[in-house]
């Protein structure tokens, strides 16, 4: 099962795609027919909402033909479409000037040009306003073939941007709330609309340097370590030693393969959020800082845990059963906090369109009804070997005799000898 799961995770990997494509065939021929002619470059950037644009540069005038289109949320009655240039030092959204067409309920589209500040990040409300830059043609489409929603416009380039290194900054969002005015709300948090800015050579189309292109990749060995090491291999140890220490199927090695998935479990996933630390510390305009929490306290916790095979037995015995209530309690928890992060983490990576969620939550369910079938045997047998409760199990009846006698083998376990390093719980509910 374990190969099959990295193997599936490895094919995931392998076969996503890099962060810019060639744009869509329909949207190219679209793009000719509407004056954009020769076009110099056509980019479509499937991990940032799909946003797909061309460009025409005439060299000698330093004019632009832009067409960004975008497929807006059918199912949502209202939405927008951005794009702009930034004329500072990097790609970012403050400072970026800006094209943005609406789509409303009532009032059809409607299309202005914004100047994005630092109040705008802020969460300060953001309402049309002069942009400098020559704008003519601006126009806000739906092309209903390709169903998508088209910004076009011809932009003369200001000298203080520069042709081979120019910011361009795209997003998309839904105006829940808003009224049917041009105030946009904000735009989603997931790292699609972090990652929805480039710096590129306007003569080639190439993107320069961008981080993007290198975190993207890093983010999905993030991904596949996190949930290999906490999320599969941590809950397979758990069910080892909830089931095999004694109840219902004692085997004397369950320790041992205890330790060995925890261990396992540990190195890999610390190794996964070192990874993600790396990743936090290089996105220098945003963080996702409830992520990052449930990262780090579940690696305090699970180092704690960890400490629990370097203790020895030979404490009294009500010590020893607070400690292992502890150990179990801890454990649940991180199981918890464990598969809730790992959603956390797919939601922010805006993989739940693809295979990511429905292959986690697949694991989970798997996991969860291992657990959940060993749960309802142990309690089978616990309840027949316990009251006698016979009705529940026919087959019981015939052992009876010797079920007494395990029964009060148990009861003198808990005094003394059998199983030295572990006080069973259960034996005590
Ligand atoms: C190109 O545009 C013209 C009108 O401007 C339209 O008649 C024609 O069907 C379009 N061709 C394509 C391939 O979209
Ligand atoms: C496209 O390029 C051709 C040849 O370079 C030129 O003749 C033509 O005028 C150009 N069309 C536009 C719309 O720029
Ligand atoms: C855009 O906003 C910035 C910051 O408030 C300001 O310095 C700049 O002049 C504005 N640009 C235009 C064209 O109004
Ligand atoms: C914009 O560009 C056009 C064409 O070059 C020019 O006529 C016009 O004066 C420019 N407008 C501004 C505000 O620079």
Not at 58 to 77: F, P, Q, S, Y
Not at 114 to 137: E, F, H, V
Not at 160 to 175: F, P
Not at 219 to 226: A, D, E, Q, T, Y
Request: glycine share 8%.
């Amino acid at each position: 099962m374990m190969l099959l799961v990295i193997l599936s995770f490895l094919s995931i990997f392998s076969f996503t795609n890099t962060h810019a494509h060639h744009c869509s065939n329909d949207f190219l021929s679209e793009a000719k027919n509407r004056s954009l002619i020769n076009i110099t470059f056509c980019k479509r950037y499937t991990e940032s909402n799909g946003v797909e644009v061309a460009i025409h540069l005439h060299e000698n005038t330093r004019k632009i033909d832009i067409m960004v289109g975008a497929k807006l949320k059918e199912e949502e009655e209202t939405g927008w479409l951005a794009w702009g240039l930034n004329p500072g030092e990097e790609a970012r959204m403050i400072g970026t000037q800006a094209l943005i067409g609406i789509k409303t309920k009532n009032k059809g589209l409607l299309k202005d040009t914004y100047n994005i500040t630092g109040y705008t990040k802020l969460g300060c409300q953001l309402l049309p306003s002069p942009i400098d830059l020559n704008i003519s043609n601006f126009k806000f489409i739906h092309i209903t073939e390709l169903e998508y929603h088209v910004i076009l416009a011809t932009i003369i380039l200001p000298n203080q941007y520069d042709l081979s290194r120019l910011n361009q900054v795209w997003q998309v969002g839904i105006n829940i709330g808003a009224v049917e005015t041009k105030e946009l709300k904000m735009h989603g948090k997931g790292l699609m609309n972090y990652d929805s800015s480039e710096t590129i050579n306007l003569r080639t189309g190439k993107g320069r340097g961008n981080r993007i292109h290198k975190s993207s990749k890093i983010r999905k060995v993030h991904g596949i370590l996190n949930i290999i090491g906490w999320g599969v291999v941590l809950p397979i140890g758990v069910i080892i030693a909830r089931n095999f220490r004694e109840f219902p199927l004692p085997w004397l090695g369950w320790k041992k393969c205890h330790i060995s998935c925890q261990t396992i479990g540990y190195l890999v996933g610390t190794t996964g959020w070192a990874v993600g630390i790396w990743l936090g510390k290089a996105s220098k305009y945003y963080s996702f800082p409830k992520h990052g929490t449930y990262g780090l306290l579940i690696f305090a916790f699970a180092t704690i845990q960890m400490l629990f095979f370097k203790l020895k037995p030979g404490e009294s015995d009500k010590y020893r059963m607070y400690r292992n209530m502890f150990h179990h309690v801890v454990g649940y928890s991180l199981m918890i906090g464990i598969c809730i992060n790992i959603l956390k983490g797919i939601h922010i990576i805006h993989l739940d369109y693809t295979s990511w969620k429905p292959t986690y939550l697949g694991i989970v369910s798997c996991l969860a009804f291992i657990f959940l079938v060993f749960e309802i045997v142990s309690w089978f047998k616990f309840l027949c070997d316990k009251f006698g409760l016979w009705i529940l199990c026919a087959k019981c009846i015939p052992n009876k005799e010797s079920n007494e006698k395990k029964g009060s083998k148990k009861d003198g376990k808990a005094q003394s000898q059998v199983q030295p390093s572990e006080t069973p719980i259960r034996a005590d509910n």
